[in-house]
């Protein structure tokens, strides 16, 4: 394993949140609190809650109650919890920042605590006002703009269900969406600025029928719309419904590679309880911060640092344009000029910034944080020691949609190796092999041994498909789908989507061990490796790429593979293209590319954000398999 090129000193350690949470328990290693964590769930939860100040309106009777299997275990019951009282309504007497705004064009605005609470109070009014009621899906199809933000609270506030929508959705991901999910009533915007020109989002809801609309920046109105700002002006103030901790509250659809996506459940009191946890501990949120998390609503990572900041009474920053608008240092500015302390970002966008030669550090930033995908050790140093200068700690987590929280992360008071994570907090994680034992040193399968609040109570309308896809591999353990490495010390490595492993003439290697490889020739800045069916070897390595284009580079790209990896190893092709299909947080979609490559069908694209490129891919395996 590598060394540590990040080790906080004793002070800093005292300093954190988590360990300061240890202390406060009489626990002075973080050892020994992952393990009290992990062994000890009925003290450790509540003692989250207290430490958290999260208030239930009735006291929970249990906090966990697994008596219909470990799969439907239910959370803090007999309780009764609102996610927007404990992140809006519990604040309403604080005028700081709550939320903090800039626009594409650099217009800046900010909301406070207090003016939230009024604003989602009256909303939620006006949504019972117009019919919407305990337990309905309400859709969110909006930028990261402060209106999403209070559309989501007060969705919630009256115990309807939020269903946020990824901003770039075409027609047919919304309408399959609202099809799925029951929705009758979707907040959009009605058009927003990125790179620059217009994006009018209304002409895509519009084409949903039986639909009401709530439209932000509105222009003008149709039959069954309604403006956004009349109804938070116009609305009876509502007071936060007293739901029940396992009343859902969120669903999060996931983009299946194959077949529909999966619409995740998620309720009160779990999805509150541990994302608190996780932003406090992964994070060390402090009340005077600012997180800037480069995502979007739609994705896991908006709902997760919202919630989370919110949760403890700091200021979360939004933004709806693209990253790199105007300029390739957009989002330094960004941090510079609205006082961001904690960014969270995706390995993607810092291999952009240190191909297009980006040497600003954020002094500004006390913690990085990071999630999407697997690093390449090259762009985690540079991220550390350039923009970082080396002393700036990165939280490194991964998690997912299904859980809206981490099985794993890093924190500010460990030791980091590059590309590390650590064993999430009370998330009992492990490696296992094909028969469900502990691995060290090698590769395997990322699982979770038990329950944790935040994991979603099903797939909606769909609980054999629950069953099969996280508890159907090993018996009583969620199977994440991970493809990953761990050792004794509580480290984790990743390597990918278990699905994405290739295998080679019997020998199996995560595509980011290939990635990793190729990305230490300079000349190239993105890459995806897929495996491809081969008559001889079972499975060839293909390796996709951006940068400069030439015979040179691929030779490169080859001989550096052979050199890290071996010959058996060597890609079958070297596939060169002017940008790779991922989506708009940066994810690079590599079983799409793949599929598209092998003429088949590529499954969910709605979460791509330049489509164009799949037809292109297609061409070029076409004629590669003539």
Same mark, same amino acid.
């Given at each position: 394993?590598?060394?540590?090129?990040?080790?906080?000193?004793?002070?800093?350690?005292?300093?954190?949140?988590?360990?300061?949470?240890?202390?406060?328990?009489?626990?002075?290693?973080?050892?020994?609190?992952?393990?009290? &964590?992990?062994?000890?769930?009925?003290?450790?939860?509540?003692?989250?809650?207290?430490?958290?100040?999260?208030?239930?309106?009735?006291?929970?009777?249990?906090?966990?109650?697994?008596?219909?299997?470990?799969?439907?275990?239910?959370?803090?019951?007999?309780?009764?919890?609102?996610?927007?009282?404990?992140?809006?309504?519990?604040?309403?007497?604080?005028?700081?920042?709550?939320?903090?705004?800039?626009?594409?064009?650099?217009?800046?605005?900010?909301?406070?605590?207090?003016?939230?609470?009024?604003?989602?109070?009256?909303?939620?009014?006006?949504?019972?006002?117009?019919?919407?009621?305990?337990?309905?899906? +309400?859709?969110?199809?909006?930028?990261?703009?402060?209106?999403?933000?209070?559309?989501?609270?007060?969705?919630?506030?009256?115990?309807?269900?939020?269903?946020?929508?990824?901003? /770039?959705?075409?027609?047919? &991901?919304?309408?399959?969406?609202?099809?799925?999910?029951?929705?009758?009533?979707?907040?959009?915007?009605?058009?927003?600025?990125?790179?620059?020109?217009?994006?009018?989002?209304?002409?895509?809801?519009?084409?949903?029928?039986?639909?009401?609309?709530? +439209?932000?920046?509105?222009?003008?109105?149709?039959?069954?719309?309604?403006?956004?700002?009349?109804?938070?002006?116009? /609305?009876?103030?509502?007071?936060?419904?007293?739901?029940?901790?396992?009343?859902?509250?969120?669903?999060?659809?996931?983009?299946?590679?194959?077949?529909?996506?999966?619409?995740?459940?998620?309720?009160?009191?779990? &999805?509150?309880?541990?994302?608190?946890?996780?932003?406090?501990?992964?994070?060390?949120?402090?009340?005077? %911060?600012?997180?800037?998390?480069?995502?979007?609503?739609?994705?896991?990572?908006?709902?997760?640092?919202?919630?989370?900041?919110?949760?403890?009474?700091?200021?979360?920053?939004?933004?709806?344009?693209?990253?790199?608008?105007? %300029?390739?240092?957009?989002?330094?500015?960004? +941090?510079?000029?609205?006082?961001?302390?904690?960014?969270?970002?995706?390995?993607?966008?810092?291999?952009?910034?240190?191909?297009?030669?980006?040497?600003?550090?954020?002094? /500004? +930033?006390?913690?990085?944080?990071?999630?999407?995908?697997?690093?390449?050790?090259?762009?985690?140093?540079?991220?550390?020691?350039?923009?970082?200068?080396?002393?700036?700690?990165?939280?490194?987590?991964?998690?997912?949609?299904?859980?809206?929280?981490?099985?794993?992360?890093?924190?500010?008071?460990?030791?980091?190796?590059?590309?590390?994570?650590?064993?999430?907090?009370?998330?009992?994680?492990?490696?296992?092999?094909? %028969?469900?034992?502990?691995?060290?040193?090698?590769?395997?399968?990322?699982?979770?041994?038990?329950?944790?609040?935040?994991?979603?109570?099903?797939?909606?309308?769909?609980?054999?498909?629950?069953?099969?896809?996280?508890?159907?591999?090993?018996?009583?353990?969620?199977?994440?789908?991970?493809?990953?490495?761990?050792?004794?010390?509580?480290?984790?490595?990743?390597?990918?989507?278990?699905?994405?492993?290739?295998?080679?003439?019997?020998?199996?290697?995560?595509?980011?061990?290939?990635?990793?490889?190729?990305?230490?020739?300079?000349?190239?800045?993105?890459?995806?490796?897929?495996?491809?069916?081969?008559?001889?070897?079972?499975?060839?390595?293909?390796?996709?790429?951006?940068?400069?284009?030439?015979?040179?580079?691929?030779?490169?790209?080859?001989?550096?593979?052979?050199?890290?990896? /071996?010959?058996?190893?060597?890609?079958?092709?070297?596939?060169?293209?002017?940008?790779?299909?991922?989506?708009?947080?940066?994810?690079?979609?590599?079983?799409?590319?793949?599929?598209?490559?092998?003429?088949?069908?590529?499954?969910?694209?709605?979460?791509?954000?330049?489509?164009?490129?799949?037809?292109?891919?297609?061409?070029?395996?076409?004629?590669?398999?003539?």
């Amino acid at each position: 394993m590598e060394d540590y090129v990040y080790t906080p000193s004793p002070d800093q350690v005292r300093e954190t949140n988590i360990m300061q949470f240890a202390l406060k328990h009489g626990v002075r290693d973080l050892k020994e609190l992952y393990r009290k &964590a992990d062994d000890e769930p009925e003290w450790f939860w509540p003692s989250v809650i207290e430490d958290c100040g999260l208030d239930f309106f009735k006291d929970y009777e249990k906090v966990m109650d697994s008596s219909e299997g470990v799969q439907f275990t239910r959370w803090f019951t007999g309780g009764k919890i609102n996610i927007t009282y404990n992140c809006v309504e519990r604040f309403s007497d604080l005028d700081k920042p709550a939320i903090k705004y800039e626009s594409e064009s650099g217009k800046k605005s900010s909301i406070s605590y207090r003016e939230m609470d009024r604003m989602t109070g009256k909303l939620a009014g006006s949504l019972k006002e117009i019919g919407v009621g305990k337990g309905d899906r +309400v859709g969110i199809y909006m930028p990261l703009n402060p209106e999403c933000v209070l559309a989501f609270y007060s969705i919630m506030r009256i115990g309807a269900v939020a269903v946020p929508m990824f901003s /770039g959705y075409g027609a047919e &991901a919304v309408r399959s969406r609202v099809r799925d999910g029951g929705i009758k009533t979707l907040f959009i915007t009605e058009s927003y600025s990125r790179k620059g020109r217009p994006v009018r989002m209304i002409e895509t809801a519009r084409t949903i029928n039986d639909v009401t609309l709530i +439209v932000h920046n509105s222009s003008e109105l149709r039959d069954n719309e309604h403006d956004f700002y009349a109804l938070v002006e116009n /609305g009876e103030y509502a007071k936060s419904e007293y739901t029940g901790s396992e009343d859902p509250a969120i669903m999060l659809y996931t983009s299946g590679t194959t077949g529909k996506p999966k619409g995740t459940v998620h309720v009160h009191g779990g &999805a509150l309880v541990n994302t608190a946890k996780e932003v406090k501990y992964y994070m060390d949120v402090k009340p005077g %911060d600012t997180l800037y998390w480069i995502t979007d609503l739609g994705w896991m990572m908006g709902p997760w640092s919202i919630i989370g900041t919110h949760a403890l009474g700091a200021t979360v920053f939004v933004y709806d344009g693209a990253a790199n608008y105007p %300029d390739e240092d957009r989002v330094w500015d960004i +941090v510079a000029d609205n006082g961001i302390t904690l960014l969270g970002l995706s390995p993607t966008f810092v291999r952009l910034a240190k191909f297009n030669g980006i040497d600003r550090p954020m002094d /500004g +930033v006390r913690l990085f944080a990071s999630t999407g995908e697997p690093w390449d050790e090259e762009s985690w140093l540079w991220l550390f020691e350039k923009i970082g200068r080396g002393s700036t700690p990165i939280a490194n987590i991964s998690g997912g949609t299904d859980i809206i929280g981490c099985f794993l992360a890093s924190t500010a008071a460990i030791p980091l190796k590059p590309r590390c994570l650590y064993r999430g907090l009370g998330m009992n994680v492990s490696v296992y092999d094909e %028969d469900g034992n502990d691995v060290y040193g090698s590769v395997g399968y990322l699982v979770a041994r038990k329950h944790c609040p935040s994991m979603t109570r099903g797939i909606w309308k769909q609980k054999e498909r629950y069953l099969e896809t996280y508890w159907g591999k090993y018996e009583d353990a969620w199977f994440q789908g991970d493809w990953a490495e761990m050792d004794r010390e509580g480290y984790f490595f990743l390597y990918g989507r278990a699905d994405e492993v290739i295998k080679v003439a019997g020998k199996r290697v995560g595509p980011n061990e290939i990635e990793d490889s190729a990305l230490k020739v300079r000349e190239v800045t993105e890459c995806a490796a897929a495996g491809v069916p081969d008559k001889l070897k079972g499975e060839a390595v293909v390796i996709f790429y951006t940068g400069k284009s030439s015979d040179d580079v691929q030779k490169k790209v080859r001989d550096q593979i052979k050199s890290d990896l /071996g010959k058996s190893f060597s890609p079958k092709y070297i596939v060169y293209l002017d940008s790779l299909p991922k989506t708009k947080n940066g994810k690079i979609l590599r079983r799409v590319i793949r599929n598209v490559f092998l003429n088949l069908d590529p499954g969910d694209t709605s979460t791509i954000e330049d489509a164009g490129a799949l037809e292109h891919i297609r061409e070029i395996g076409l004629k590669l398999s003539a």
